[in-house]
């Protein structure tokens, strides 16, 4: 193979969220697979860049960021010139800017799109705008990939579902596997861990009022711009003995970090949690999760009653309600965790997705390309 493949999203560095975990790992098991991988992402202004994995050709635009959107300088060329080099092209959405950037580029080759997660938080106007942009780019691409069923029916993808393609996420959850697999019941109280960036939709603020009424220590594994906010609000609840925000977790230390918990919670409460990439990660280290049900593909990846429960979003007594019983019912617990970690396995591993990708391309590359 000497087709080229080119990904464009807003950021680089799988710590910067769930959307740059999925292109680490996408990119980098491509790489192993031959096909030549090129990136084009943004760089916060003033924050340190993220290598790239060996063989994957990268660049970061350093921008400034406006309405949780990068918008570099010469982004518009920049894009082009990526394009001119790429046999294929692969879009994360949302990226509003790229978006509107590449509906001035000549289509000659093919493109895909993965959308994330639609733009939920915005004002009015702004989600109508990025809607109109969405929709004229989403008509000139050759397929649209979802990570979940639920995914798929989202209003942004109406009239485009025959080009749709449901395919869950993978990732290399060898780390989480070896950490879990050391993994034995403990003496001492329970620890909830939490894994994600400290901004509103992941509903902290919810956690905060349920960890009340939760015999439990809680780990916040994660930084970010609520995070001074919810310390206050811990201390206010008389909470922050039993509360300990640990901040940003390099990689290398993730998989211990979430072994040594007892359980993993994602309290979302917006649909621009899609999918859930930290709660995979969890489940893999065989911890039970506790999850929202948000109509995306969240209380899909792990399912109420068999590897964790889930609950209504936004409401802390639920949560509550459900981290108590996994804190009580141990036997339960451990079920839950081991069903999780079989079903991580099974469905969300970059060997299981990996080759699914692929495939896609391989359907949309001319016959000739593919054969030089």
């Known amino acids: 193979m000497t087709f080229r493949i080119g990904h464009i999203n807003k950021y680089w560095g799988r710590d910067r969220g769930g959307v740059e975990a999925v292109l680490h790992a996408q990119v980098s098991d491509l790489n192993q697979r031959g096909f030549p991988v090129a990136v084009l992402a943004c760089r916060p202004r003033h924050s340190p860049a993220r290598p790239f994995p060996p063989g994957v050709a990268g660049l970061e635009l350093e921008a400034p960021v406006l309405a949780s959107m990068p918008v570099p300088r010469g982004f518009g060329p920049a894009l082009q010139a ?4 790429c046999d294929l092209l692969h879009f994360h959405l949302p990226f509003p800017l790229a978006e509107a950037a590449a509906l001035q580029l000549a289509k000659r080759i093919p493109w895909v799109a993965t959308v994330h997660a639609e733009v939920v938080n915005h004002a009015r106007w702004m989600r109508w705008a990025q809607r109109k942009v969405c929709a004229r780019f989403l008509d000139r691409v050759d397929a649209i990939v979802v990570s979940s069923a639920n995914s798929s029916r989202m209003p942004l993808l109406t009239g485009h579902q025959p080009r749709v393609h449901v395919l869950p996420f993978g990732f290399d959850l060898a780390p989480y596997l070896a950490a879990g697999a050391t993994r034995r019941p403990r003496n001492r109280v329970p620890v909830v861990a939490f894994l994600g960036r400290l901004v ?3 509903g902290l ?3 905060l009022h349920a960890a009340a009424g939760v015999p439990a220590e809680f780990h916040i594994l ?3 711009r609520e995070r001074a906010r919810l310390q206050a609000l811990a201390a206010d609840l008389g909470l922050s003995p039993r509360i300990h925000f640990l901040g940003h977790v390099p990689d290398a230390e993730l998989p211990g970090r979430l072994a040594a918990a007892d359980m993993f919670v994602l309290p979302s409460v917006s649909p621009a949690e899609a999918f859930g990439v ?3 990660e969890a489940m893999a280290a065989g911890l039970p999760v506790v999850n929202t ?12 009653g068999l590897t964790g429960l889930t609950v209504t979003p936004g409401n802390p007594l639920a949560l509550a309600a459900a981290l108590r019983r996994l804190v009580e019912d141990e036997p339960f617990r451990l079920a839950c965790g081991r069903r999780a970690r079989r079903r991580a ?3 969300f591993s970059i060997e299981r997705r ?3 990708l692929s495939a896609l391309y391989q359907e949309l590359l001319p016959r000739e390309r593919m054969a030089g």
Not at 82 to 85: C, D, G, I, N, R
Not at 293 to 304: E, F, I, N, P, Y
């Open 345 to 347: 396995l099974e469905l």
């Open 200 to 202: 509103g939709y992941k």
């Open 278 to 280: 930290a709660q995979v």
């Open 205 to 207: 603020e919810v956690l």
């Open 354 to 356: 990996g080759p699914e």
């Open 222 to 224: 994660g930084d970010g």
């Open 293 to 304: 049900a948000l109509s995306t593909g969240t209380d899909w990846v792990s399912t109420h």
């Open 82 to 85: 990526f394009a001119a080099s």
